[in-house]
């Protein structure tokens, strides 16, 4: 059965801090991984994806990806209450895209 | 990004009716789309996947023969929920992923509607 795992937390930071959101996998194949916002009451948004090990960085959010710990974390900066959502990692698995259930992230003003 | 259009965006109906929403990819043309179920404060429910012109693959404990897809062609699937029941009550979303990949798309990457809320009485 593959997987992704995320802790549901809520994760709390205060605004202005770096908020770190983590994501494990079980397929090894996966080649592509994806982070994707969700509001509450609306459809996931596409943030980011990284398919290449290390870092991407787009604006506030860095990606990183370690294919031999199967890891995957999405790193926000300078995090703003309007970042407060649900953030779903998911896992290219061949034919299927697999998605965790998602961590909780509160940023408090 | 792509985008993905749903629609209606909320229905109420009447126990026992059926109703259709309609997922279309405007700007790319999406080889898979998904259908996705979720209640309130529970994660995505995967329900289906289909491909244009071929019979849509379920997920384990969902019927078929009650959410009917068809993908109708590269940018248009639609679900019907035939013989809704309250239970039904929940927020569909679809989703459309191409398969290309290198330069600014990663193989994979899936873009959601906006979601339609139904709600059955």
């Known amino acids: 059965q593959k997987e992704v795992e995320q802790n549901s937390g809520p994760l709390s930071v205060p605004e202005g801090a770096i908020a770190s959101l983590n994501c494990t996998y079980s397929?090894?194949?996966?080649?592509?991984f994806f982070w994707y916002r969700q509001y509450s009451g609306k459809s996931p948004e596409l943030i980011m994806f990284?398919?290449?090990?290390g870092d991407k960085e787009d604006g506030r959010f860095t990606a990183q990806l370690n294919k031999a710990s199967q890891y995957v974390s999405l790193l926000i900066r300078d995090s703003q209450p309007s970042d407060s959502a649900t953030y779903l990692c998911a896992s290219e698995g061949g034919f299927k895209t697999i998605f965790g259930a998602g961590t909780r992230l509160f940023v408090k003003a | 990004g792509a985008v993905v259009s749903q629609h209606p965006s909320w229905v109420i109906c009447k126990s026992g009716t059926s109703v259709k929403i309609e997922c279309r990819s405007l700007d790319f043309q999406a080889t898979t789309m998904f259908w996705y179920r979720q209640f309130p404060k529970q994660s995505l429910m995967l329900m289906a996947t289909?491909?244009?012109?071929?019979?849509?693959?379920?997920e384990q404990g969902v019927e078929k023969d009650k959410f009917l897809i068809n993908h109708a062609s590269l940018t248009l699937s639609t679900l019907t929920v035939t013989s809704a029941h309250p239970e039904d009550s929940s927020f569909y979303i679809c989703?459309?992923?191409?398969?290309?990949?290198?330069?600014?798309?990663?193989?994979?990457?899936?873009?959601f509607g906006p979601g339609t809320r139904l709600t059955v009485t």
């Open positions: 289909s491909n244009e012109g071929s019979k849509a693959t379920y």
């Open positions: 989703s459309a992923r191409t398969w290309t990949s290198g330069g600014l798309r990663a193989r994979g990457e899936q873009y």
């Open positions: 397929d090894r194949g996966s080649q592509s």
């Open positions: 990284i398919y290449s090990n």
